[in-house]
């Protein structure tokens, strides 16, 4: 018993670091100023398709903040985010107000470093992403990677300038499968020819004129 005791101390002190640690970790988006204008290519109720489509987003700070407001900014990280008519009946993809555990933004789109004044990136909507109404979100991050501000293409209800992404249909998805099986089926029957051609050039058959 008594080792166990005179350990337990100094395990109660690293636990409280590990939970203070953890817990400054955790920005609440309500507690997040928007501080960042930010705009993107398609136009409401535009309807973008997956692995094809591109977004444009252009972000700066907002001239009304006050001066200074942007001296921790390294970074700006740019998130395609679930409207809230997309997130009914799914808990997967559920608002938290801990940033942590916010699921209405899941997909990245990049990030690009802080520069002030107007920025632009450019965005393939990728395969994977699904079919839905979304808004586009920029965080600005610290030296720390942590949210410092933000902006959004949605007003704070979510409701409007939305856009539509069309996932891959199905016929899509099944021309995609049976494109990389012929090309797997390819690679293996060059594969084996080159084996092939290997083994006779190691072998020659005798020709003719050896035999005779
Ligand atoms: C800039 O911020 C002010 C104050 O928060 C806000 O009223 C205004 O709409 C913002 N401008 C833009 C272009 O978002
Ligand atoms: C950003 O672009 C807008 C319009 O495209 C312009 O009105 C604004 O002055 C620009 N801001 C900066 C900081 O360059």
């Known amino acids: 018993m008594a080792p166990a005791l005179n350990a337990s ?9 590990a939970f203070l640690g953890f817990s400054s970790g955790n ?19 535009q309807v973008l398709k ?8 252009t972000w700066s700070l907002n001239g009304t903040a006050p001066a200074g407001t942007d001296t921790s900014y390294k970074t700006v990280q740019l998130k395609l985010c679930y ?9 997967w993809r559920k608002t938290k107000d801990d940033l942590a555990k916010d699921k209405t933004c899941t997909h990245l789109m990049g990030s690009r470093p802080y520069e002030g004044g107007n920025q632009t990136y450019e965005y393939l909507v990728q395969k994977d992403v699904p079919t839905a109404s979304y808004f586009v979100r920029a965080y600005a991050l610290d030296g720390s990677k942590v949210q410092v501000g933000f902006g959004q293409t949605t007003d704070k209800a979510k409701d409007t300038n939305l856009f539509e992404v069309e ?13 990389s099986c012929f090309s797997a089926f390819s690679v293996l029957s060059l594969a ?3 084996m092939a051609e290997k083994r006779r050039g190691s072998h020659p058959t005798p020709s003719p004129v ?3």
């Open 9 to 17: 101390p100094s395990f109660l002190v690293v636990l409280l670091f």
């Open 27 to 45: 920005v609440l988006f309500s507690t997040l100023p928007r501080t960042l204008v930010v705009s993107a290519s398609p136009q409401p109720g």
């Open 50 to 57: 997956a692995g094809e489509d591109k977004i444009t987003v």
């Open 83 to 91: 409207a809230p008519v997309s997130q009914v009946d799914r808990a």
């Open 167 to 179: 996932a891959i249909t199905g016929r899509h998805a099944s021309l995609d499968i049976a494109a």
């Open 192 to 194: 084996g020819f080159f």
């Open 210 to 212: 050896a035999n005779m």
